[in-house]
């Protein structure tokens, strides 16, 4: 089993910053990426960026600007690093890591979503 350990939400003012961080724990094999997705009510789950261990970086052209991934491979840990947040960032953040089992089968797993509302 993998769990994911999202933290770092909050309220914050229209350009401000917050940090997302997401450690995994558990049963860690051959990780293929991990990445974070948000999901407003009603919604569908959107991608935002996600990270491999080898430090290849994607966005989403919503955020390629204002938003950051990094990864710390040791610790299985993921941040998003958030800048120039507006309020259509107001959303759930979700922490998601994908990997390949022994018979190269994929399997993912997502964190329990963190909170960011950006309020003026």
């Known amino acids: 089993q993998v769990q994911l350990v999202e933290s770092g939400g909050g309220l914050v003012l229209p350009g401000g910053s917050l940090r997302l961080s997401c450690a995994a724990s558990?049963?860690?094999?051959?990780?293929?990426?991990m990445a974070w997705y948000r999901q407003a009510p009603g919604k569908q789950r959107e991608y935002v960026a996600a990270?491999?261990?080898?430090?290849?970086?994607h966005y989403a052209d919503s955020v390629k600007v204002r938003f950051a991934i990094s990864t710390d491979n040791a610790k299985n840990t993921v941040w998003l690093l958030m800048t120039s947040l507006k309020p259509e960032d107001t959303t759930v953040y979700y922490c998601?890591?994908?990997?390949?089992?022994?018979?190269?089968?994929?399997?993912?797993?997502w964190g329990q979503g963190t909170q960011v509302t950006v309020y003026s």
């Open positions: 998601k890591i994908l990997m390949y089992n022994p018979k190269n089968i994929p399997n993912d797993n």
């Open positions: 558990g049963s860690i094999f051959n990780i293929d990426h």
């Open positions: 990270i491999s261990p080898a430090g290849t970086r």
